[in-house]
């Protein structure tokens, strides 16, 4: 079964951590870009961080930059986000995201997960 599974979500005071994490299975993961993206109430879904199929290269949102860490693990085939210094603006789903381009098909397949709820709050 082709899938994305998030965990990891919760509450946390401001200035704290949590460390995400999506388990994907049924297809070639490494071969995938995997992206974090997170939704507020009321907005728009926007990427957080992602990183390469090859090389591993990683991207940041600004709002992030220097608090968020993503990585991946494709033995396991899972990708992480560890969210440090914590602000109740990261309130939000954050959904994880899986893009690879087919040339078989001439575009991108992309794969989405449920989104774990992240909440900042004292």
């Known amino acids: 079964q082709v899938q994305l599974v998030e965990s990891g979500g919760g509450l946390v005071q401001p200035g704290g951590s949590l460390r995400l994490s999506c388990a994907a299975s049924?297809?070639?993961?490494?071969?995938?870009?995997m992206r974090w993206y997170r939704q507020a109430p009321g907005k728009e879904r926007d990427r957080v961080a992602s990183?390469?199929?090859?090389?591993?290269?990683?991207n940041y949102a600004d709002s992030v930059k220097g608090r968020f860490t993503i990585s991946r693990d494709n033995a396991n085939n899972t990708v992480l986000l560890q969210m440090n210094s914590l602000k109740p603006e990261d309130t939000a789903v954050y959904y994880c995201?899986?893009?690879?381009?087919?040339?078989?098909?001439?575009?991108?397949?992309?794969?989405w997960g449920q989104g774990t709820l992240v909440t900042v709050s004292s």
């Open positions: 995201n899986a893009r690879s381009y087919s040339s078989d098909q001439g575009r991108y397949l992309e794969l």
């Open positions: 049924g297809f070639t993961f490494s071969t995938y870009a």
């Open positions: 990183i390469t199929s090859v090389g591993g290269i990683k």
